[in-house]
């Protein structure tokens, strides 16, 4: 067991952790609270692949704006009655969870069984060389063969008709 | 013991797979969002997974930084979208949101 290991795996045992805590909780807070966690781990993934730039993005958007978003919709929705009303029957509890073990199953079934052509983590590169970020930048900002102008302007019009949407949507009339 | 991809990927279908079981067991708006960001979380891990452990490109890389910005934007519309909800009907459960236009 490398060092690589060792992180790989206790970040998958916390992020799988908290992202089952996350959907069985009984509390909004806390299941955003969850997300959070996992969301770090996922970051943590990300440092540990060597892609440093990626997993500050993933801290940022997600951690520092997606949930900070979620706790304030959270309180501004808070008095909603009593939970105790929307609990499903066990019927409907257990099909979903059957569903769900059965899906997720099947995709590690198939997992398991495809012999992937993969490199070990941390095997031959290093991560400072994993994906510089002049790589990147000229990438997002390139027409030709290999760019990604495209997608990044659509991306960009996405965002400004996502700031008017929201505008408009959550203002008082 | 070395880590390859598959271990990646098996992460991921967990992380699917609680996903899924949120989102059809929660009856709050703001929680099934909550289980939609541990889906396209899972869909992210795939894509860097892929692009470190198989290829040698950046194409997963853009793509998942491309993810998560329309993430952030999916999120923030349909935060607007539920508190407006909240706003007009003082309720945010799906099975007592029948109302379309009154």
Same mark, same amino acid.
């Given at each position: ?9 206790? @970040? ?36 540990? !692949?060597?892609?440093?730039? !990626? ?51 099947? @995709? ?32 997002? !900002? ?24 929201? !505008? ?6 | ?29 703001? $929680? ?16 860097? $997974? ?25 999120? $923030?519309?349909?935060? $607007? ?22």
């Amino acid at each position: 067991m490398n060092t690589e290991s060792i992180v790989f795996l206790v @970040l998958a045992f916390f992020v799988a952790l908290f992202s089952v805590l996350s959907v069985t909780t009984k509390r909004i807070i806390r299941a955003a609270t969850y997300l959070l966690f996992v969301l770090f781990g996922t970051a943590g993934l990300y440092f540990l !692949l060597g892609y440093t730039f !990626l997993g500050a993005v993933q801290i940022m958007v997600y951690a520092g704006g997606i949930v900070v978003l979620y706790i304030f919709a959270i309180m501004l929705t808070g008095k909603t009655g009593d939970a105790k009303q929307h609990t499903l029957t066990v019927g409907k509890r257990a099909a979903a969870l059957v569903a769900a073990l059965v899906g997720a199953g099947l @995709l590690m079934f198939v997992i398991i069984t495809h012999q992937f052509v993969s490199q070990q983590l941390g095997a031959d590169i290093t991560n400072e060389s994993a994906a510089p970020i002049s790589q990147i930048g000229s990438s997002l !900002l390139n027409a030709g063969e290999e760019g990604n102008l495209l997608p990044f302007e659509a991306v960009s019009v996405l965002l400004l008709a996502c700031i008017i949407g929201g !505008l408009i949507i959550a203002r008082k009339r | 013991m070395n880590i390859t991809i598959d271990y990646f990927l098996i992460l991921s279908a967990v992380m699917l797979g609680a996903g899924m079981y949120g989102f059809f067991t929660r009856r709050n708006t703001l $929680a099934i969002l909550i289980s939609i960001e541990l889906i396209l979380n899972a869909a992210d891990i795939n894509f860097a $997974a892929f692009n470190r452990l198989c290829q040698t490109g950046i194409e997963g890389y853009v793509f998942t930084l491309f993810s998560i910005a329309i993430s952030a934007a999916e999120t $923030a519309i349909a935060i $607007a979208v539920m508190i407006n909800i909240y706003r007009m009907l003082k309720n945010n459960y799906v099975d007592e949101l029948d109302t379309l236009k009154w």
